[in-house]
């Protein structure tokens, strides 16, 4: 296997001499990056991007084989559109068998081959005849007397690459040219392998009922090309995509780098678009191959927020006895706001995770949690759980049940009495909001503290604790099934 290696890295060397700086077929007009006058990215949420590369070339009269050069290796072929006055498309080719090593050996599974090998003590090279006959998993030739060998006993030399491989993925494309002369050309194609995401860090302030939120949008490119100084537009909302028969992926490659803008960058440009959100960047970018780059998206300051403990409840306990329901659950935090132009946003916000940072006594800031987002319109309101309180726990039992009237479980009705015991360890006072769910219809009796009807299946309580101490919740409530 190491000589296997050895041999397929010796035949990289030859093809790079033998194939760049691009393999150009006999009679090709070819395209490169060289020619490039500008190009333009639109990057869906789905893993799917619009491509629009235009370049200037030089196009003989007549039926010519036109190669695009340096396309995304993940195009989708049957999307893509030529635009170019005085040329007609007769016939394109997607070429996506890309010249490596293995590929070159698959091709000449059936035919001849040179075996060069070097004697190794006087150096001396002998030269041999062969046909591959398999090239999967390593190398089966035979030789011109008839024997068999496995692996490569020396180095293979190849009598040319087949027309079929090419170094870079390539769109060929047949076309009549209405005369000679230097055309300036755009191919649009639609592409997978382009992906973005929103993604957010907001700073708390010290009283927690403020922050700085900075948004940023994380692009990353897996589709073989790079695109250089593209102007760059971005769609939020879920598009819809007829599902693919079946899908075309290139070979993945895991190195990535992460390329960062300056903080202070302006916030990227938003408008709408069908019934989705365009954002787009004010000035070109370049997307290199095989990388992970972050422009800002916004940027704003002091943004009122509300801090809000939260213990839910369950259903389950409001149709059949139960005792102790549980003696220490935990108090989730959230925080809320409002996504409206008085609040220094009131930008549509695709979605995305946001990540909550506060600054300790030292001035450090500390990571306090994360919550995902949905695709956010103006004037809705952004709910963040950044975890659970150390400090607040709750304890719920239930004191009394009772079955009133009915004769099935279509039309019971129920009697439930519960306690729910909130300690606060904190040194300050704080309100716990109770939510509890209750299916059928449901009527509190009676009630240490005032219920509000959140829905037809919810009830809350807002329950002052005090510091270093408990608040008992008790309620009693009538349930008809």
Same mark, same amino acid.
């Given at each position: 296997?190491?000589?296997?290696?050895?041999?397929?890295?010796?035949?990289?060397?030859?093809?790079?001499?033998?194939?760049?700086?691009?393999?150009?077929?006999?009679?090709?007009?070819?395209?490169?990056?060289?020619?490039?006058?500008?190009?333009?990215?639109?990057?869906?949420?789905?893993?799917?991007?619009?491509?629009?590369?235009?370049?200037?070339?030089?196009?003989?009269?007549?039926?010519?084989?036109?190669?695009?050069?340096?396309?995304?290796?993940?195009?989708?072929?049957? /999307?893509?559109? &030529?635009?170019?006055?005085?040329?007609? @498309?007769? $016939?394109? %080719?997607?070429?996506? #068998?890309? !010249?490596?090593?293995?590929?070159?050996?698959?091709?000449?599974?059936?035919?001849?081959?040179?075996?060069?090998?070097?004697?190794?003590?006087?150096?001396?090279?002998?030269?041999?005849?062969?046909?591959?006959?398999?090239?999967?998993?390593?190398?089966?030739?035979?030789?011109?007397?008839?024997?068999?060998?496995?692996?490569?006993?020396?180095?293979?030399?190849?009598?040319?690459?087949?027309?079929?491989?090419?170094?870079?993925?390539?769109?060929?494309?047949?076309?009549?040219?209405?005369?000679?002369?230097?055309?300036?050309?755009?191919?649009?194609?639609? /592409?997978?392998? &382009?992906?973005?995401?929103?993604?957010? @860090?907001? $700073?708390? %302030?010290?009283?927690? #009922?403020? !922050?700085?939120?900075?948004?940023?949008?994380?692009?990353?490119?897996?589709?073989?090309?790079?695109?250089?100084?593209?102007?760059?537009?971005?769609?939020?909302?879920?598009?819809?995509?007829?599902?693919?028969?079946?899908?075309?992926?290139?070979?993945?490659?895991?190195?990535?780098?992460?390329?960062?803008?300056?903080?202070?960058?302006?916030?990227?440009?938003?408008?709408?678009?069908?019934?989705?959100?365009?954002?787009?960047?004010?000035?070109?970018?370049?997307?290199?191959?095989?990388?992970?780059?972050?422009?800002?998206?916004?940027?704003?300051?002091?943004?009122?927020?509300?801090?809000?403990?939260?213990?839910?409840?369950?259903?389950?306990?409001?149709?059949?006895?139960?005792?102790?329901?549980?003696?220490?659950?935990?108090?989730?935090?959230?925080?809320?706001?409002?996504?409206?132009?008085?609040?220094?946003?009131?930008?549509?916000?695709?979605?995305?995770?946001?990540?909550?940072?506060?600054?300790?006594?030292?001035?450090?800031?500390?990571?306090?949690?994360?919550?995902?987002?949905?695709?956010?319109?103006?004037?809705?309101?952004?709910?963040?759980?950044?975890?659970?309180?150390?400090?607040?726990?709750?304890?719920?039992?239930?004191?009394?049940?009772?079955?009133?009237?009915?004769?099935?479980?279509?039309?019971?009705?129920?009697?439930?009495?519960?306690?729910?015991?909130?300690?606060?360890?904190?040194?300050?006072?704080?309100?716990?909001?109770?939510?509890?769910?209750?299916?059928?219809?449901?009527?509190?009796?009676?009630?240490?503290?005032?219920?509000?009807?959140?829905?037809?299946?919810?009830?809350?309580?807002?329950?002052?604790?005090?510091?270093?101490?408990?608040?008992?919740?008790?309620?009693?409530?009538?349930?008809?099934?």
């Amino acid at each position: 296997m190491r000589k296997l290696i050895c041999i397929l890295s010796f035949i990289v060397i030859l093809l790079v001499a033998l194939v760049l700086p691009g393999k150009i077929q006999a009679g090709e007009v070819v395209t490169t990056l060289d020619d490039q006058m500008g190009v333009a990215v639109t990057i869906y949420n789905q893993n799917l991007a619009l491509v629009k590369d235009r370049r200037r070339l030089n196009v003989p009269k007549g039926e010519v084989t036109l190669a695009f050069r340096e396309v995304s290796a993940k195009m989708r072929p049957e /999307t893509a559109l &030529l635009s170019a006055g005085g040329l007609a @498309v007769i $016939e394109q %080719n997607f070429e996506f #068998d890309l !010249l490596t090593p293995e590929s070159l050996l698959r091709k000449y599974v059936g035919r001849q081959v040179e075996v060069i090998s070097q004697h190794p003590t006087t150096g001396a090279e002998t030269h041999h005849d062969a046909k591959v006959l398999s090239a999967n998993s390593g190398v089966v030739l035979q030789f011109d007397d008839g024997h068999i060998e496995t692996g490569v006993p020396g180095r293979l030399s190849f009598s040319g690459v087949p027309d079929n491989l090419r170094d870079r993925p390539t769109l060929t494309m047949i076309v009549d040219s209405d005369k000679s002369g230097t055309k300036e050309m755009e191919l649009s194609y639609l /592409t997978g392998g &382009l992906q973005w995401q929103a993604d957010y @860090v907001a $700073e708390l %302030n010290a009283a927690e #009922d403020a !922050l700085n939120l900075s948004g940023w949008v994380t692009l990353t490119n897996k589709s073989g090309a790079t695109y250089k100084h593209a102007k760059l537009q971005l769609v939020a909302g879920d598009v819809h995509q007829v599902p693919a028969e079946r899908a075309f992926d290139n070979s993945r490659r895991q190195k990535m780098m992460l390329e960062a803008m300056p903080a202070t960058a302006p916030n990227m440009a938003q408008e709408d678009l069908f019934e989705y959100h365009l954002y787009t960047l004010g000035r070109p970018t370049t997307i290199a191959e095989n990388q992970r780059k972050q422009v800002a998206l916004l940027q704003a300051a002091s943004v009122p927020c509300e801090k809000e403990f939260l213990l839910p409840g369950s259903s389950y306990y409001y149709h059949q006895a139960y005792g102790e329901i549980g003696r220490k659950f935990t108090v989730g935090v959230f925080v809320t706001i409002e996504n409206c132009k008085k609040n220094h946003l009131g930008l549509p916000l695709p979605k995305g995770v946001v990540r909550v940072y506060k600054e300790d006594s030292n001035g450090s800031l500390q990571f306090v949690g994360e919550d995902k987002i949905d695709h956010t319109p103006e004037n809705e309101t952004i709910r963040l759980k950044l975890g659970d309180a150390f400090d607040l726990t709750a304890a719920k039992k239930q004191t009394d049940f009772k079955k009133i009237g009915g004769d099935s479980r279509y039309n019971y009705i129920y009697e439930a009495a519960f306690e729910v015991k909130l300690k606060n360890a904190k040194k300050r006072a704080v309100e716990i909001k109770v939510v509890e769910p209750i299916s059928g219809d449901w009527e509190i009796l009676t009630e240490s503290l005032n219920h509000k009807k959140e829905s037809s299946r919810a009830v809350s309580w807002r329950v002052p604790v005090p510091a270093k101490g408990e608040t008992i919740l008790s309620y009693r409530v009538r349930v008809k099934y």
